[in-house]
């Protein structure tokens, strides 16, 4: 192993410093990656107890925690479907490999042959809209290329889920690649929030707009990381035919027209939507978070919220208990006219007692009044 140009046997960490009886400081303490003694995990990796992986284990998914800068891999029950895919590109014979993939261990490339086919490989033309299989990609280790894509193709709105692109093969030093699209108008990457390592080429895609406008720096893990922008659609010619971004837009640019498509937003983002908006208040069900975020109230509210309990909510859909909502009033208990759970009221033994079937009470009256007589 490499630690800092001195070769040894294993990196120092907690676990090796007690096999041997050694006691260092904890910030002696270093992470493998390959065969380097590392302080931290690349941003592209993933921690699994001392080690750098670049795929978590089988039954663990890579989750962002606040204790470590990088991903850890945490136990999952229903672990998110993971799919390697080795392909040259995407294509009729093999789209289907991608179906509800969430991680895509490989490289995506959509090109001019997806469409049309291609004799040499025997592969038959694809339509269009079976892109939409890749709605549900999150994450790609590798690299997004998109090139000569068909006029009908308009923007990459089934990739709009798409969260990370981990960078770790590029092309040529690229992570994500849209070239000769001509009818591309938008890129609407929406989801797209991290490429943890190489840059992004946008380039003469003759009627797209918006991307003139793109900073990605916050985008971006490196300083190193660059976005070459070249002969798309003049910034002028956008101006003129109103494809600009939203007003609620930051200086970061957007993906396309709409206050969904911000990189990043002036004021305050919608959780659920991504929608930019001027103030969580204008937001119906949704309390004001960390990070300018308007988050989401409990299920059980109704009219709003303070917070993120069934606690804080301002009123209940269903009922309410104690301090709480809940969706229904537990057992001896019944809700009131104020949507409150109530104990169910028992009559007095009195009461009971007085309750005669109607008609052991005729014959107690008329047996009465012959009495009288």
């Known amino acids: 192993m490499n630690d800092d140009g001195a070769c040894v046997e294993s990196c120092p960490s907690i676990r090796n410093n007690r096999k041997r009886m050694r006691i260092h400081s904890g910030d002696q303490n270093k992470l493998t990656f390959q065969d380097i003694c590392l302080r931290e ?56 490999i991608l179906k509800d993939c969430v991680v895509v261990r490989g490289h995506i490339a959509i090109v001019e042959a997806t469409f049309k086919g291609d004799r040499y490989y025997n592969v038959p033309p694809m339509s ?144 659920r939507t991504g929608k930019c908006v001027p103030s969580c208040w204008n937001v119906t069900m949704v309390y004001e978070g960390e990070q300018n975020t308007c988050k989401s109230c409990h299920e059980e509210c109704s009219g709003g919220c303070s917070g993120p309990g069934a606690n804080q909510c301002h009123s209940c859909l269903n009922v309410k208990f104690k301090s709480s909502c809940i969706k229904k009033c537990p057992r001896k208990m019944i809700r009131n006219n104020k949507g409150i759970c109530k104990s169910k009221k028992r009559g007095s033994r009195k009461d009971r007692k007085r309750k005669l079937s109607p008609r052991k009470k005729k014959k107690r009256t008329s047996k009465k009044i012959h009495r009288l007589h």
Request: charged share 20%.
């Open 41 to 96: 995990c690349p941003a592209y990796t993933s921690r699994y107890g001392d080690t750098c992986v670049l795929s978590c284990p089988e039954g663990t998914s890579s989750v962002k925690t606040d204790q470590y800068s990088t991903n850890v891999c945490e136990p999952c029950k229903k672990c998110p479907k993971e799919c390697v895919f080795e392909e040259d590109f995407v294509h009729a014979g093999n789209i289907d």
């Open 128 to 271: 269009p809209s079976k892109l939409d299989i890749l709605m549900s990609i999150e994450e790609i280790t590798h690299y997004l290329y998109i090139s000569d894509t068909v006029p009908t193709i308009t923007s990459l709105h089934m990739l709009r889920n798409l969260k990370i692109i981990n960078g770790q093969k590029t092309l040529n030093g690229y992570a994500l690649a849209v070239v000769f699209c001509r009818g591309l108008q938008s890129l609407n990457l929406n989801s797209l929030r991290h490429i943890y390592q190489g840059s992004v080429m946008i380039r003469k895609n003759p009627n797209l707009c918006y991307a003139n406008t793109m900073n990605m720096s916050h985008i971006f893990s490196t300083s190193t990381q660059k976005t070459v922008l070249i002969d798309n659609k003049d910034r002028i010619a956008c101006l003129n035919t109103g494809q600009v971004c939203d007003y609620q837009c930051k200086v970061f640019g957007c993906w396309g027209p709409d206050a969904e498509d911000c990189i990043d937003c002036i004021n305050y983002r919608v959780e």
